[in-house]
């Protein structure tokens, strides 16, 4: 985890930390904790997932009533009805996806990693193809979904302009 997503993720836990008085000694103790988990953080780029994932737990109370700036933690479930209506509109290229594969002379390719490095595959067949492509579309509109946007809107055409050339 990078530093600008570990700064942004360690501000509530900052400000908890900041604003919390401890009431008895295991409060005492849950305040050292954390504070030692932020310094392991801080040093350590590889750590810093584990220590988030710890923080998940410990923060349950926090996350759920939205303290100290922990709605940003919140895991927010995309209702059914939406995660269906996105699958059927990600299957609804099928065709498209179909014209494409047919006339494609080099079948599409997609990466995976093997090992520690990224290596790249042709798609063995056209479902194969589909599939891959309906999960990625549905992955995007969840994301859009996530950040508050709109994720059925269709998107303008862009169209470009020929200059006249002198």
Do not use: C
């Not at 009805?81 to 699958?87: D, F, L, S």
């Not at 303008?156 to 020929?162: A, G, L, N, Q, R």
């Amino acid at each position: 985890m990078k530093d600008d997503r570990w700064n942004t993720l360690i501000e509530p836990v900052q400000s908890w930390v900041d604003n919390f008085t401890p009431i008895d000694e295991d409060d005492e103790d849950r305040l050292e904790v954390v504070k030692l988990s932020m310094k392991r953080g801080n040093r350590s780029e590889n750590k810093r997932h584990g220590i988030i994932k710890n923080w998940r737990t410990e923060f349950a109370n926090e996350i759920e009533n939205e303290e100290y700036g922990f709605s940003t933690w919140a895991r927010k479930s995309i209702p059914k009805e939406i995660v269906i209506k996105m699958v059927k509109a990600a299957t609804e290229e099928t065709t498209g996806r179909k014209a494409l594969w047919e006339k494609s002379v080099r079948k599409p390719t997609f990466s995976k990693k093997v090992g520690d490095a990224r290596q790249l595959f042709t798609h063995p067949n056209f479902e194969h193809f589909n599939q891959h492509e309906i999960d990625r579309d549905v992955a995007a509109f969840k994301a859009i979904y996530k950040k508050g946007g709109d994720w059925d809107a269709v998107a303008p055409v862009f169209e470009v302009e020929k200059e006249d050339s002198a």
